[in-house]
C-alpha cells in the first residue's frame, strides 16, 4: 500500500451549514469519530489548519467532543514553537528583498556579463537584480517545503532542468546563479524540525488549495505507519451543482468606480444596520477598498484592516522620504518645503516661527525658484533667512563627505540628523513608527556575521543609491495595524476569510480584470519549468484562487460587486461568477440574484442658479495694470473676483520647464543683451546673445538638460532675430530701454484720481528722425494669427493702449508721436512685427472707456458674469462665479 493509500481522506460538502461555525462544529465530530474508531489517543495528534486565524474557531468547536483536545497549529506557527528560524551569514539569503539585493550585486560582481550589462544598461542591470532576488527566494522557499530528503533531490534535478530547458542567454545565467545562490544555503529550514515529530496522529485540513508543506509531511507520516487523515473542504465550481452552497448571494453592478465605492459601504452598512456583524470586507482591489474604509469612516465604523500595507505607503515613510529627497544634490524647492512642513522639521518650525516656511515658500514663489540649488540665500528676507540656513546646515548631516560610503555610514548619519531633529522619538511614537526604524536597522543592530551585517558594512552606496535602497526596503516591508477592539468590519484578503465565523462577507470588484487575474510568478522561470520544477504555474494559482473564492459561499450572505466599465471600454465578468452561475443553474438555483440598493431615494426639487454678479462700491485697489483692465473688459465678475477680492493661483513650483518660463528667460535674454549692446556694441552679435542667454539661464537656476529643448528654438531664432533687428535698425530705429517700470493717473473723474495705472514696457525704440517717433514694443511668444485678428479690431487690444496710456504725458510735453506694435518671435518663416494702427487714439478711447466703468464699479454698480468666449474657459474664478450651474434662462 502506498503512503497515498494510506491516507484517509474525507470530503466536507459545502451544505454542512450556513456558516462557519456549523462547518467547524462538523469539523470536529469527524475528528473526534476517526480518533475513537482508530484508538488514536487525541491529545498526541497534532492537527494543522490553513490559517492561524482559524485556530480559534476550530479550538472552540472541539469542546463539544468529549476527548482531549489534540495540538491545533498551522505549519509555520508548529515550526516557530519547535525552535527559531536560523540566521542568514555571510551571503546567504536572508528573505529580505532589500538586503538580498544587495547580496545580490556582489555576487555578480566577478561576472564578466553582468559587469557589461551595468554598464551597458544600467536600468536593465537594476531589474535582472530584482528577478535574482525573486526566483532565488522562491526557490529557497519551495525547497524548505519539500523536506529533508525531497531537498536533497530536487537541486540536482533543478539545476539540470535549468540547463537544458531554462531560458536562453541573459535569463538563463541569472536563473543558474539564482539556483546556485539558494542551493548554497547551508542552514536546516525550522520547518525540518516538523519531520521529525512522531504524533499519534496527523489530521489536515485542506481549505482553499494544497500547501506542499503539509503535503509532504503527511506522505513522510503516512510511510512511517503514523495515522492520517485529510479533511478536504474544498470544491470546484463545477463540483456545486450536485453540493450547492447554502449561502445567501447578490451581485450588484455599478457604472463606475466611484459608484461601485459607494454600492460597497452602502452593503456593508445595511449588513451593520441588521446587526449583521462582524463584516469581511475582501481586500481584493486595495484602491477601490481604500476609498471604501474612507467612506465608512464617515460613518464611525469599527474597522479593523489585517491586510497591510508597505511601510513605502505609511505617513511617517512619507516624511522620512520628504527629509532624504531634501537633502539630495539635486533637490527641488517642492521636497524641501515638503519636509519643512513635515513633523520631521516640528522643531525647526517652533524655533523660527510657524510663518517661516509661508515666507520662504512666497518668496521662492514669486522668484521662480525652483531648484533649491538656485535659491539666493541673500535674497531672502525676514524669517525665511534664518530657516533656509539652519535647514541647509541639517542636510548637511546627509551631504558632507565622499559621494560613496558604506551604507552603515550612511545610516549613521541619518540617525544623526534625525537626532539633531528630535525626531527619532516623534518617530517612535507614531503606529508605524517602530517597525519603520526597524526595517531601516535605526533601532537594531544586525548580528555579528550575518548576511544583514555583510551587507550594511560592505556596500558601498551613493547619495541617489542610499535613498533608493532606503525606498526599496520600505516597499518590501509590510506593516499591519493593531486590530480595534470590538470590531464591526474587518478587511482582509480573500484567502484569510475562509472558514471564519463572519456573518456577512462583501467582495468588490468581481470583474475580469480584478477576481480573474493572478499574480505572476518569478520572471525568471517560464511556467512550463515552473511546473517541471513543482513551483506553482499560472494553472495552479488559478485553482487555487478559484478554491478560494468557492470557501466564501459557506459564509451565511455574501454580495459580489463590479464595475460594467473600466473608462470608456467595457468591463467583462469575473469568469469565476460565469462558472458559479452555471452550477446554480444546473442545480435548478438560477441565475445569481441582483442587489438592491438598500439606500434610501429622495427626490430634490430644483433650485435655479442665475447669473452671478456682485457689488464693489469703494473696493477699487490703489492700483491697476493692463492684465487687470483686460479682465474687467473680458468679464467683470472676473475683474472682481482677480483684482477686488485678490484671488490668486498659487504658481506651481514645477521642475518641468513650460512656455512660460521659455518666454520669460527669453525677454530677460534680449534685455540683457541690448544693454550690453547700448554699452558696447558687440562685434560678434550671435556670440553675445548666446552669452546672454547662457548667463540668463544660470541666474534663474534653469536646468540645462531641461532647457535643451526650449534652446534649440532659441538657437533657431538667433539668426532670424538678427536679421530682423539688422533691418529694423536700417529702418532708422534704435534701442532706447526696456523692462521699464512705468505708472501714470490718467483720470480726470473726482473718484479715480488716486487710482494709479502701472506696467512694465518690453522695449523701448526711437527713431533718428529728430527724435518725434518713438515705438513700443511688446514681445510675444504665442500665435501671431490671433493677435492679427485682435489688431483688425484695434479697440480690442488693452495691453498696447495701455503702454500708450504710460507714456502719454512724456509724449505730450516732447512732441513725441507714439507707435506701438508686438513682435512675433515664434514664427519660422521671420519676425513679424504686428503694429496697432493709431495706438494713440485707441489709448484715448480706451482711457474714456474705462474711466467710465471704473467709476461705475467705484459707485457701486453690479458686477455680472459674462460667461462668455474664451475668456470664460480658461478663467482661475470660473468655480466662484458657478457658470456650469446658471439656469438657462438666465443665460
Wanted: one cysteine or more.
Amino acid at each position: 500500500m502506498t503512503a497515498e493509500q494510506q491516507i484517509e481522506t474525507q470530503h466536507l460538502p459545502l451544505s454542512l451549514g450556513d456558516g462557519a461555525r456549523p462547518f467547524w462544529d462538523a469539523v470536529a465530530a469527524r475528528v473526534a469519530a476517526w480518533m475513537q474508531a482508530r484508538g488514536v489517543p487525541s491529545r498526541d495528534a497534532i492537527m494543522l489548519l490553513p490559517f492561524a486565524q482559524q485556530l480559534a474557531s476550530a479550538r472552540r468547536a472541539w469542546r463539544s467532543t468529549s476527548l482531549w483536545q489534540p495540538r491545533m497549529e498551522t505549519t509555520h506557527s508548529l515550526a516557530a514553537a519547535l525552535g527559531p528560524t536560523p540566521l542568514s551569514q555571510g551571503l546567504q539569503i536572508s528573505f529580505d528583498a532589500a538586503i538580498d539585493a544587495l547580496n545580490a550585486r556582489q555576487l555578480l560582481a566577478g561576472q564578466s556579463w553582468a559587469e557589461a550589462l551595468r554598464q551597458r544598461d544600467p536600468r536593465a542591470y537594476q531589474l535582472a537584480i530584482q528577478h535574482l532576488v525573486e526566483l532565488a527566494q522562491a526557490l529557497a522557499r519551495h525547497a524548505a517545503t519539500l523536506g529533508p530528503q525531497g531537498r536533497s533531490a530536487f537541486w540536482p534535478s533543478a539545476r539540470l532542468a535549468l540547463q537544458q530547458g531554462g531560458p536562453a542567454d541573459l535569463e538563463q545565467a541569472l536563473s543558474l546563479v539564482a539556483l546556485e545562490w539558494a542551493a548554497s544555503d547551508s542552514r536546516v529550514p525550522a520547518t525540518d524540525a516538523l519531520f521529525g515529530l512522531r504524533p499519534s496522529a496527523w489530521v489536515l485540513l485542506r481549505a482553499g488549495g494544497a500547501d506542499p508543506l503539509s503535503d509532504a509531511l503527511l506522505a513522510r507520516a503516512a510511510e512511517e505507519g503514523i495515522p492520517c487523515l485529510l479533511l478536504d473542504a474544498d470544491r470546484t465550481l463545477e463540483q456545486l451543482a450536485q453540493d450547492p452552497p447554502p449561502a445567501r448571494l447578490h451581485e450588484a453592478r455599478c457604472e463606475d468606480r466611484e459608484s461601485l465605492a459607494q454600492c460597497t459601504a452602502a452593503t456593508v452598512l445595511e449588513h451593520l444596520r441588521r446587526q449583521e456583524v462582524p463584516v469581511a470586507l475582501i481586500a481584493q482591489d486595495r484602491v477601490l477598498v481604500r476609498r471604501v474604509r474612507a467612506l465608512l469612516e464617515r460613518q464611525s465604523v469599527r474597522l479593523g484592516d489585517e491586510t497591510g500595507w508597505t511601510l513605502a505607503t505609511t505617513p511617517e515613510a512619507a516624511q522620512l522620504m520628504a527629509l532624504l529627497r531634501a537633502a539630495q544634490p539635486r533637490a527641488s524647492v517642492d521636497d524641501l518645503l515638503l519636509w519643512l512642513k513635515s513633523d520631521l522639521a516640528r522643531r525647526l518650525r517652533e524655533r523660527l516661527g510657524a510663518s517661516a516656511v509661508d515666507a520662504l515658500e512666497a518668496q521662492c514663489r514669486r522668484v521662480g525658484w525652483v531648484q533649491a540649488g538656485a535659491v539666493r540665500a541673500e535674497q531672502l528676507k525676514g524669517a525665511a533667512a534664518p530657516l533656509w540656513q539652519d535647514a541647509q546646515e541639517l542636510l548637511a548631516v546627509l551631504r558632507a563627505g565622499a559621494a560613496r560610503r558604506p551604507l552603515a555610514q550612511w545610516l549613521e548619519q541619518l540617525r544623526r540628523l534625525l537626532e539633531r531633529l528630535e525626531a527619532l522619538a516623534l518617530i517612535e511614537q507614531l503606529p508605524a513608527g517602530k517597525p519603520l526604524l526597524q526595517a531601516l536597522w535605526l533601532q537594531r543592530e544586525p548580528w555579528p556575521g550575518s548576511a544583514h551585517q555583510l551587507a550594511l558594512e560592505t556596500t558601498q552606496l551613493g547619495s541617489a543609491d542610499f535613498v533608493q535602497w532606503i525606498n526599496e526596503t520600505l516597499e518590501a516591508q509590510q506593516f499591519t495595524p493593531t486590530l480595534p477592539a470590538d470590531l464591526q468590519v474587518l478587511v482582509t484578503p480573500m484567502a484569510r476569510a475562509m472558514l471564519r465565523p463572519f456573518a456577512a462577507v462583501v467582495l468588490p470588484g468581481a470583474d475580469a480584470q480584478t477576481l480573474g487575474n493572478v499574480p505572476a510568478g518569478p520572471a525568471l522561470l517560464p511556467d512550463t519549468l515552473a511546473r517541471q520544477l513543482g513551483l506553482p504555474d499560472q494553472n495552479s494559482r488559478r485553482l487555487q484562487l478559484a478554491a478560494g473564492f468557492v470557501q466564501l459561499l459557506r459564509a451565511p450572505l455574501l454580495t459580489v460587486l463590479r464595475c460594467d466599465r473600466a473608462g470608456s471600454e467595457p468591463l467583462a465578468r469575473s469568469p469565476l461568477l460565469e462558472r458559479l452561475e452555471a452550477a446554480r443553474e444546473q442545480a435548478g438555483q438560477g441565475a445569481i440574484p441582483v442587489w438592491v440598493d438598500p439606500r434610501p431615494q429622495r427626490i430634490l426639487a430644483s433650485q435655479p442658479t442665475h447669473r452671478a454678479q456682485a457689488s464693489a462700491a469703494g473696493m477699487l485697489p490703489r492700483s491697476l495694470s493692463a492684465s487687470a483692465l483686460e479682465a474687467l473688459r473680458n468679464c467683470p465678475y472676473q475683474f472682481f473676483g482677480q483684482q477686488l477680492l485678490g484671488l490668486r493661483e498659487d504658481e506651481e513650483l514645477s521642475e518641468e520647464l513650460d512656455k512660460r518660463d521659455y518666454g520669460n528667460w527669453l525677454h530677460a535674454v534680449l534685455h540683457r543683451f541690448h544693454e550690453q549692446a547700448r554699452e558696447q556694441p558687440p562685434a560678434d552679435p550671435a556670440q553675445a546673445l548666446a552669452e546672454a542667454a547662457e548667463q540668463e539661464r544660470q541666474r534663474m537656476g534653469l536646468s540645462e538638460a531641461e532647457f535643451l529643448p526650449y534652446l534649440a528654438s532659441f538657437r533657431r531664432l538667433v539668426p532670424r532675430y538678427l536679421a530682423w533687428l539688422a533691418d529694423h535698425q536700417a529702418a532708422g530705429w534704435t534701442y532706447e530701454g526696456g523692462e521699464e517700470p512705468r505708472e501714470c493717473r490718467p483720470w480726470p473723474h473726482p473718484a479715480l484720481q488716486a487710482l494709479v495705472l502701472q506696467g512694465r514696457l518690453d522695449r523701448r525704440d526711437g527713431h533718428g528722425d529728430g527724435g518725434t517717433r518713438r515705438l513700443l514694443l511688446d514681445y510675444k511668444t504665442g500665435s501671431a494669427d490671433a493677435l492679427r485678428d485682435k489688431l483688425k479690431r484695434p479697440l480690442e487690444d488693452t495691453q498696447l493702449a495701455v503702454y500708450a496710456l504710460l507714456c502719454a504725458d512724456e509724449a505730450a510735453q516732447s512732441g513725441i508721436t507714439l507707435e506701438a506694435a508686438y513682435l512675433m518671435l515664434d514664427d519660422s518663416k521671420g519676425l513679424p512685427l504686428l503694429p496697432h494702427p493709431d495706438v494713440q487714439v485707441s489709448a484715448e478711447r480706451l482711457r474714456e472707456g474705462l474711466e467710465r466703468d471704473l467709476a461705475a464699479v467705484q459707485a457701486g454698480e453690479a458686477l455680472p458674469a459674462l460667461g462668455e468666449g474664451r475668456a470664460c474657459a480658461v478663467c482661475a474664478v470660473r468655480g466662484l462665479c458657478r457658470k456650469d450651474d446658471w439656469w438657462e434662462g438666465s443665460l
